[in-house]
C-alpha cells in the first residue's frame, strides 16, 4: 500500500522495519516508537537561518535521504503520510503548546488521531523532550506509563484535551490539543511563525532531543544531558565547542550535519546567552 511522493522502503529501512507493521494499537505504536526512535527532534535549520520547507518531496528530501531530522511539521508529517501509506485512518490536528508557558500558546504543533476499532488514538513522533514515547488513548481521565513516564489527558471544554505529564510531583501541562479542523494553510503559518518569529525558541536555543531507553539527551546551552522518565537530568556532559557538538550529533542523535551550519547554530546560541551591552546613554 503506498501513497503518491512516498518511500516506502527508505522509511522503512531508516526506521529499521522490515515491513509495514499490522493495522492494529500494537501495530501504531511499533510505528511512532520507531520513528521517534530513528529520526531524531532538532532545530538546527531554523538557528542557521535555514528556510524550513514542510512539503513531503521536502520533509522526504531531509529526513531520509540526507539524514537529517526535524521538528514537529517534518516529523509529524513524515509520520502523516507513512501512516497513510501504512493503511491507517488517520486525521490531523494542531495543539497549543504550554510546556513551561503561563498558558497555552499559538498552535504551532502537529499531531495525528488515528481511529482503530472504534477508538481514537493520539500520535504524535514530533514533541521532543517532554512529549508522550507512544500513542495513547485520546480521551480524558486515563493515566498512560511509558517507560516510566506518566501521561494524561484533561478536558478544558470547548477548547479540546490537554495533554499533561507527571513531573516532580505534580501534572504539567505540555500541549492542548486544538478540536478544529486543519488545512495545509494553517501548517503553512504555523511553520512561518515558528522558523522566523524572533523570540521563538526555535530561533534562539537549542532544541535537539534523542530518544534512549528510560527518557531522553537533549542539548541544554552548551551541555549534554540525559533526562529520565521523570525528568530528572541523571547525565551531563559538557561540549567544548562546536566541533565536540558536532561528534555527538552525528554518534548520539544519529545525524548527518553539515559542520558549517553546526558552526553557525553554535555560535548563535552563544551569541544569544551574551549578556546585553552596557548603555552608553
Given amino acids: 500500500m503506498t501513497t503518491p511522493l512516498f518511500p ?10 522490515t515491513q509495514w507493521p499490522a493495522l492494529t494499537p500494537e501495530g501504531l505504536a511499533e510505528l511512532v516508537c520507531a520513528q521517534s526512535r530513528a529520526i531524531c527532534f532538532e ?33 509529524n508529517g513524515l509520520l502523516g503520510a507513512a501512516l497513510q501509506a501504512a493503511g491507517f485512518t488517520a486525521r490531523r490536528r494542531l495543539a497549543r503548546v504550554s510546556f513551561r508557558r503561563p498558558g497555552p ?7 495525528w488521531l488515528v481511529e482503530l476499532d472504534g477508538e481514537t488514538w493520539l500520535a504524535d513522533a514530533g514533541f521532543g523532550g517532554p512529549g508522550t514515547f ?7 481521565g486515563v493515566v498512560t506509563i511509558q517507560a516510566g513516564a506518566r501521561f494524561r489527558l484533561v478536558a478544558e471544554g470547548e477548547h479540546g484535551l490537554h495533554l499533561q505529564r507527571w513531573i516532580d510531583g ?41 530518544r534512549c531507553d528510560d527518557g531522553f539527551w537533549g542539548i541544554e546551552g552548551n ?19 562546536a566541533d565536540a557538538l558536532h561528534a555527538e550529533l552525528k554518534a548520539l542523535f544519529k545525524l548527518d550535519v553539515p559542520a558549517a551550519v553546526v558552526h553557525t547554530c553554535w555560535q ?12 552608553t546613554a
Fill in 134 to 140: 507512544a500513542p495513547i488513548r485520546f480521551m480524558p
Fill in 170 to 210: 505534580d501534572w504539567v501541562n505540555v500541549y492542548l490539543v486544538d478540536p478544529g479542523p486543519v488545512r495545509d494553510v494553517d501548517i503553512v503559518m504555523g511553520n512561518h511563525f515558528t522558523a522566523t518569529w524572533p523570540t521563538s525558541p526555535f530561533r534562539n536555543i537549542f532544541m535537539c532531543y534523542a
Fill in 268 to 279: 548563535r546560541v552563544q551569541m544569544n546567552a551574551l549578556p546585553p551591552p552596557a548603555s
Fill in 105 to 111: 500558546g499559538p498552535r504551532t504543533h502537529l499531531l
Fill in 223 to 241: 551541555a549534554l544531558v540525559r533526562r529520565n522518565a521523570g525528568f530528572e537530568a541523571v547525565e551531563q556532559r559538557e561540549l567544548a565547542d
Fill in 8 to 17: 516506502a522502503s527508505a522509511y522503512l529501512a531508516r526506521l529499521g522495519l
Fill in 43 to 75: 532545530n538546527l535549520d531554523t538557528l542557521s537561518n535555514t528556510p524550513v520547507d514542510v512539503s513531503l518531496a521536502a520533509i522526504v528530501d531531509k529526513l531520509l535521504i540526507r539524514g537529517r531530522g526535524g521538528y514537529c511539521f517534518e516529523l
